[in-house]
């Protein structure tokens, strides 16, 4: 019996499911050409409304593997492992857990994103090197990973070619929006990409795509599954991204945070150290990967692990070979804008709330990031944080220092940070950096 | 600011109500083909599930009707009136009706359609006798209908193109049961047309896209609503559908029991008058045309004058004259299927239940309707339904009679024939061909 998509929609628009051979002739067939755009839309719409099961999103991410090639990192004794995070503002721990934790011996084959929406993407950051080259053959990129232990570029059209036109056409007929879809699209690039382990960073709060703590839950818990159903070492972790992560957003500063971190830097300001959070994420993280990837018997040695790398500089040695082997330019330095401006606070209290995502948009306006997908960013470009939340302000105290390569983008960027921040008569409640950590063994708060 | 497709199917996708510009920046983007079908395919899913308001389903069908020509009736003392049915099995109205309607005095431009799914459709009737062409431009409809009071035709390509394409993509996408969608399509056509009133036969039952009297309801009352809004005089039956109408479904055998009852015969079977239920709806849709179009002052005036028109000759005569006006072959014939075969009742009792869309589909096993919209149909083909729902039947007797072209289609449909009747041990509870009646004054049932 043949197949006809009108039925399979009908089918999902019922709310019934449907079986491996279905979803099979729908992704086959779109990825083919043979089942149209507009009938895949349709059917995506039906799935934003009715769901898929487990063993639907399992299947749907087995059929996107599928649809090109796949990696396989055969290196004794050892299991590569990467992170992916669902997104925030100022997100930029991968840089650093890339060097520390191939310098702690796991291979970290990574295949990062663009920025998307109000977040910024690793691929982004990493181009304010000068001559730094995220797109690497598959070939070159494995190389790299087996005799240096790391590599990050993007995703090629070799990999998950199902999942690159889905996405394609997700985002512009409104069905991003899906967990099952956000589902098999993160896992099936990831599980082409060839690891044996994942660490999951789940964002919630106001620069985060999931809005609260439950929603980020419900996500990171059914990413677990499909790994486990694939037979991936995994576990997730739920963070706040109620304000931006660390000092800095954009590009060229991003990168700079992440080049003091792995120096052992600190930025003091009031008392408070501003890179705190990111560097604690990190490690987190990055412990997590370690005892994914066999190098650390638990968490707690393999964050002693990761903090002796930080250290003594073998991080931050990692960090400057990635740049060297992905063609950054001897001698390089980072972009530095050439205008800056100041937003500062309407009265005195206390920072009682960031709109994550509006600093997230007035870096889009400042050019950190893109309106379209054409759009070309200013690697310079990028937001100082001068403020945490909770944190006692007097008016006329500086929020945040803008830097831009052209003036006029200035006046859209504060409109936009100037509603950002609210202040109040009293610090709200503080929201701990670290929600919870979904593991095989359950949900573990804090 | 510049609409965004995508933004508006978000915004429908979130359930959110459209203003008037974005249903229009949308049926007119679908038409022109800015706005791409995948885009329109995702918003037809996500009204499915979120439905229309009254007011945008009234700007739809707005849009719809201005993306072409509109028809204009100016005859002095009249106004032009059409009847739209939702569809059944042996639904054959339109070809009793338009004559007679014409011979009351009123002018009915009828645009009809063709066999949709399981329903057959006025065209393909009309199509089975000899030369008859449905096909004229809108110039010849025109004159015909202000010269002879009537004619038929499909629709042309300058009336509603934005509907046609609409309906095309909601045909593949599994979009076609939508309330909304659904009037909106109907209505504009009737609309464009240029009629002054309309009578909508919305079936429900076993042989109805509506399966309960509650749906056709809810459907019926939309229709009318879009009608007042459009100061159309509009009336709405709902009528039963459990059962095929009157003693044949197909094309050929369709038109001759027709002409049968516009020459006044009858179909006694066993005491009963198999023709008595098609003559019976016939004329209250027809006496309700009449009162619509002001010829008759209620419907028992208008139900005598429909009698006394087909007791005379006169609806008679107005067919024949349409044939004639419509391009049939001096002195046609319908043509007759070469082989025939019968479905015997496997048991003895009462027809408890007739699934009237397998009957349907048995047609179009037969070769009486389309599986794909390319297909050629055999005009001849169709089945002669031997019993009604109640009657008593012995086990081996003949339920369905069977004409086809071909014997090797008999199979098919004598399975799904034979699983179309349920014999019971007693009657079931009448169902009253006429349920009930909407009029702007409410609902009267009976």
């Given at each position: 019996m043949s197949l006809l998509p009108a039925e399979l929609i009908r089918k999902k628009r019922r709310g019934e499911a449907h079986d491996r051979g279905e979803i099979e002739f729908l992704v086959r067939g779109f990825t083919s050409g043979e089942v149209p755009d507009y009938q895949m839309a349709a059917w995506l719409m039906a799935v934003c409304f009715r769901s898929l099961s487990s063993a639907e999103t399992a299947w749907l991410t087995e059929c996107m593997i599928h649809s090109g090639q796949t990696l396989e990192f055969k290196?004794?004794?050892?299991?590569?492992?990467?992170?992916?995070?669902?997104?925030?503002?100022?997100?930029?721990?991968?840089?650093?857990?890339?060097?520390?934790?191939?310098?702690?011996?796991?291979?970290?084959?990574?295949?990062?994103?663009?920025?998307?929406?109000?977040?910024?993407?690793?691929?982004?950051?990493?181009?304010a090197i000068p001559g730094f080259n995220v797109r690497l053959n598959l070939d070159a990129f494995k190389k790299l990973v087996v005799e240096t232990g790391t590599a990050i570029i993007g995703q090629t059209k070799e990999i998950c070619p199902a999942d690159l036109k889905l996405y394609a056409l997700r985002d512009v007929t409104a069905t991003i929006d899906s967990i099952?879809?956000?589902?098999?699209?993160?896992?099936?690039?990831?599980?082409?990409?060839?690891?044996?382990?994942?660490?999951?960073?789940?964002?919630?709060?106001s620069g985060a795509f999931m809005k609260t703590a439950q929603e980020a839950e419900v996500l990171a818990k059914t990413l677990v599954e499909i790994g486990r159903f694939h037979g991936l070492k995994i576990t997730a972790f739920l963070t706040s991204m109620e304000q931006p992560l660390g000092r800095f957003a954009g590009n060229s500063v991003e990168v700079q945070e992440c080049m003091d971190i792995l120096q052992g830097r600190t930025c003091e300001d009031g008392g408070v150290d501003f890179y705190a959070d990111t560097r604690e994420l990190s490690l987190r993280l990055a412990a997590a990967m370690l005892v994914l990837g066999g190098q650390a018997a638990d968490a707690q040695t393999a964050r002693a692990t990761c903090e002796e790398l930080?250290?003594?500089?073998?991080?931050?040695?990692?960090?400057?070979?990635?740049?060297?082997?992905?063609?950054?330019?001897?001698?390089?330095?980072?972009?530095?804008?050439?205008?800056?401006?100041?937003?500062?606070?309407?009265?005195?209290?206390?920072?009682?709330?960031?709109?994550?995502?509006?600093?997230?948009?007035?870096?889009?306006?400042?050019?950190?990031?893109?309106?379209?997908?054409?759009?070309?960013?200013?690697?310079?470009?990028?937001?100082?944080?001068?403020?945490?939340?909770?944190?006692?302000?007097?008016?006329?105290?500086?929020?945040?220092?803008?830097?831009?390569?052209?003036?006029?983008?200035?006046?859209?960027?504060?409109?936009r940070l100037a509603k950002s921040v609210r202040i109040g008569p009293k610090p709200p409640a503080p929201v701990p950096l670290i929600h919870a950590q979904i593991t095989e063994q359950g949900v573990f708060y804090g």
């Open positions: 290196i004794p004794g050892k299991i590569a492992v990467d992170k992916h995070s669902t997104g925030g503002v100022g997100d930029k721990t991968s840089l650093i857990i890339a060097p520390l934790t191939a310098a702690a011996g796991v291979p970290v084959p990574m295949m990062a994103g663009r920025g998307l929406g109000h977040t910024g993407g690793t691929l982004d950051k990493l181009e099952p879809l956000i589902c098999a699209s993160i896992m099936s690039k990831k599980l082409a990409e060839g690891v044996g382990g994942l660490v999951l960073d789940v964002k919630f709060g930080l250290r003594s500089g073998a991080a931050w040695r990692k960090f400057r070979e990635i740049c060297e082997n992905q063609g950054a330019k001897p001698g390089w330095e980072l972009p530095r804008a050439g205008h800056e401006a100041v937003v500062t606070s309407p009265g005195s209290g206390y920072v009682a709330q960031i709109l994550c995502e509006e600093v997230g948009l007035a870096g889009i306006e400042l050019g950190a990031g893109r309106r379209r997908a054409e759009d070309e960013i200013d690697h310079a470009a990028g937001i100082e944080v001068l403020v945490k939340l909770g944190q006692k302000v007097e008016k006329g105290q500086p929020l945040f220092r803008l830097l831009a390569g052209r003036k006029d983008v200035f006046a859209g960027a504060t409109a």
